[in-house]
């Protein structure tokens, strides 16, 4: 079994800062990457940020220069540090572990557990208020 808490979330006013954090329990063997998502009201699912096991990040245009994803692989945490937040970044975020399709397989890891290690949080919810 594989669990993904996410923490962190909450109420801030707009130009505030939050920090979100996402620990990976039980078979953590095959993660590779981790990712931060969210999901507004009325809007689809978004990528927010991404990092590699590399440690090779990916923002999203829209929050660029204002958010940072960091992770501590030993202990199978990623991190999402906000700031600058503003009302149209209000979400669900989400975390996301999994395996990648592009690197060697972490040892111990066989095709068939990556395969299928694609794994959600349950989400935390980010308010800013204007």
């Known amino acids: 079994q594989v669990q993904l808490v996410e923490t962190g979330g909450g109420l801030v006013q707009a130009g505030g800062s939050l920090r979100l954090s996402c620990v990976v329990s039980?078979?953590?063997?095959?993660?590779?990457?981790m990712g931060w998502y969210r999901q507004a009201p009325g809007k689809e699912r978004e990528l927010v940020a991404d990092?590699?096991?590399?440690?090779?990040?990916f923002y999203a245009d829209s929050v660029k220069g204002r958010f940072t994803i960091s992770r501590e692989y030993a202990k199978n945490t990623a991190y999402l540090q906000m700031s600058s937040l503003q009302p149209e970044d209000t979400a669900v975020y989400y975390c996301?572990?999994?395996?990648?399709?592009?690197?060697?397989?972490?040892?111990?890891?066989?095709?068939?557990?990556?395969?299928?290690?694609?794994?959600w949080g349950q989400g935390t919810q980010v308010t800013v208020s204007s």
């Open positions: 039980g078979d953590t063997i095959c993660i590779s990457d």
């Open positions: 996301n572990a999994r395996s990648s399709s592009t690197q060697p397989l972490p040892p111990g890891c066989s095709w068939f557990q990556a395969s299928n290690y694609d794994y």
């Open positions: 990092m590699t096991s590399g440690g090779s990040p």
